[in-house]
């Protein structure tokens, strides 16, 4: 009877036990799901269209020494000249920096024709500037209509003033775009158009840039 009575009396405290607990589970409220962190929320629209993209990952792959071969024609029908330079390529955050200087040992006038080109994710168009030490031009900015083709992209420059041929300054104003072709892995050429503000509308390319990069 005792055994019994035992028996008995453990089931009644495993059963009050499992009441316990279940009542217990029940009465815990669900805890919240923990709020997202910075690092986890999704970047914001800035950060993420300042990142490379598919256009600029293009221009990384353009970087390193490039020779170079300017042809100038002065005038449309004049007889070209050509200078070879030497043109040093580097990345700048989502910038393509190019830097045109005369070759070592050269002993032509020391100079340097820096550009920088990025594609603007925002405004969905590529940008430009540059500046050339060998004229008094000032900063030159550009910018394509467009994103134009792949390997092609054609940037329409805002007028800008020249001094002139002569001893006086004429400050004659010109009209300018820029064709860059890059050809293959290791040739790009770029073609600059001008049209003169003399009322004759003629467009010539006046400056052509043939790059070979150096292995």
């Known amino acids: 009877m005792k055994t019994t009575t035992k028996i008995i009396q453990r089931s009644s405290a495993a059963i009050g036990l499992a009441l316990i607990l279940m009542t217990s589970l029940k009465a815990k409220p669900a805890e919240p799901e923990p709020a997202k962190t910075v690092a986890q929320q999704a970047p914001s629209a800035a950060t993420r269209l300042n990142e490379l993209g598919p256009e600029n990952s293009q221009m990384a792959l353009r970087v390193g020494i490039w020779d170079v071969v300017e042809t100038v024609w002065a005038s449309l029908g004049a007889t070209p000249t050509s200078t070879k330079y030497i043109a040093e390529r580097k990345m700048i955050g989502q910038f393509l920096q ?10 032509g006038p020391d100079f340097r ?7 603007n994710r925002v405004e ?64 790009d050429s770029a073609d600059e158009r001008f049209i003169m503000a003399d009322g004759s ?12 990069r150096r292995r």
């Open 124 to 187: 969905g168009r590529w940008k430009y500037v540059s500046i050339d030490t060998r004229n008094p031009v000032g900063l030159m900015p550009a910018a394509s209509f467009d994103r134009g083709e792949k390997g092609r992209i054609t940037l329409t420059f805002q007028p800008f003033a020249i001094a002139g041929p002569g001893e006086n300054v004429t400050g004659q104003m010109l009209r300018m775009d820029e064709i860059m072709i890059q050809q293959d892995d290791d040739h």
């Open 98 to 107: 190019e830097i045109i200087q005369p070759a070592p040992g050269s002993t």
């Open 201 to 212: 509308g003629e467009m010539w390319v006046a400056y052509r840039y043939e790059y070979v």
């Open 113 to 119: 024709r820096i550009f920088y080109l990025s594609f």
